[in-house]
């Protein structure tokens, strides 16, 4: 009986937490420092300036009408891709020399009644031209990379070497914008009816953009893949083990690094890289991924897939009033609504 009488206190004080007063907390020395007060409370603002600052910069990217990049080697059939989405005719074209920009609306591929506005940005393939890439890219939904698929088996290195600098942009810019999603990416098997076509003359009633059959758009978007899948890892074998940063084409050398530091701290190196302003440089090795062949799926930032396309003879779009539209351009359309 004494025993358990004994235990009784102690079960009582250890069930009791000692809680500090508020009062006695807010009486903390250093809370009745005014220059500590003062520099909390502005490190609060900041914060709270700075997460409103990056969450309205990534709802500005969605905001507008869909940017769509169409980029590629020359004479891969943007300019007609451009006309035939744009005025829905396949004209004759040549080697563009400067971009053609135009916003128009663009009606869903899925037959629902359905519009959204979109920009399409066809910018050249010319070597000379590709800067303008920069100037575009920061306000891209999405990016076609068109690639002419019979130019692709005799050209197939020099095509692939045009798609690292791309990736690099956007990988980085995805990276230092914080996005929420990847930006998308579409490797584009252009000119498929080209490879099963006969040779003789379209009848007057064919369709235009042709019907393509399942069987050819499939072996085209695989081939594509595969010869590119194949020089990508050529080209990490020669470069990506590097990593590291190379310069934006617009670096200014004897930058401060305290201003590359607020650059970043605000979202600002992404949109001087894609100006061509002063940058710190592109992290290279965000493409490459780690050790062992090149995987698509490795590019941090960005969403790579792979699609194929054809318009059929040129001129067979002049007179669409009585003419069907077959399946040839449905796989960038659906890419772009998706956006």
């Known amino acids: 009986m004494s025993v358990a009488q004994g235990k009784a206190p102690s079960t009582d004080t250890a069930s009791t937490p000692e809680v500090e007063p508020l009062s006695s907390l807010l009486a903390h020395p250093l809370l009745q420092d005014p ?10 603002v900041l914060l709270l300036f700075f997460s409103f600052f990056r969450s309205s910069k ?29 005025h829905n005719t396949y004209p004759q074209t040549h080697t563009s020399i400067q971009p053609s920009i135009t916003t128009f609306p663009f009606a869903s591929p899925y037959d629902d009644g359905r519009s959204k506005q979109v920009k399409l940005v066809d910018i050249p393939g010319h070597p000379r031209l590709r800067d303008e890439l920069k100037k575009h890219i920061k306000d891209a939904s999405t990016v076609v990379f068109v690639v002419d698929i019979q130019a692709l088996v005799r050209n197939s290195a020099a095509i692939a070497e045009e798609l ?22 579409q490797i584009l098997a252009h000119k498929t009816d080209l490879l ?36 990508m ?9 590097s990593g590291g940063k190379i310069e934006s084409m617009g670096k200014v050398t004897g ?28 992290d290279e090795s ?28 040129v001129g067979a779009g002049k007179d669409k009033a009585g003419s069907e539209e077959g399946n040839g351009l449905d796989e960038i359309k659906q890419f772009i609504w998706d956006a």
């Open 196 to 231: 099963t076509r006969s040779t003789s003359s379209n009848p007057p009633n064919a369709k235009s953009p042709p019907d393509i059959a399942e069987t050819s758009l499939s072996a085209a978007r695989d081939r594509v893949k595969s010869i590119l899948t194949r020089e």
């Open 164 to 185: 690292p600098p791309i990736f690099i942009a956007l990988s980085n810019l995805s990276i230092s914008q914080n996005l929420i999603e990847p930006l998308k990416l």
């Open 255 to 282: 930058g401060s690094s305290s201003s590359g530091f607020f650059a970043r701290l605000f979202g600002g190196a992404g949109a001087g890289l894609a100006e061509g302003e002063e940058g710190e440089g592109e």
């Open 35 to 44: 220059k500590f007060v003062a520099a909390a409370g502005g490190l609060v």
């Open 233 to 241: 890892d050529r080209l990490k074998a020669a470069r990506g083990g």
């Open 286 to 313: 965000l493409i490459w991924g780690g050790k062992g062949p090149f995987d698509w799926n490795d590019v941090e930032g960005l969403e790579v897939s792979f699609g194929a396309t054809g318009l059929g003879a």
């Open 58 to 86: 990534k709802a500005s990217r969605r905001s507008g009408p869909t940017t769509v990049l169409l980029v590629g080697p020359s004479d891969g059939g943007k300019t007609s891709i451009f006309a035939n989405l744009v």
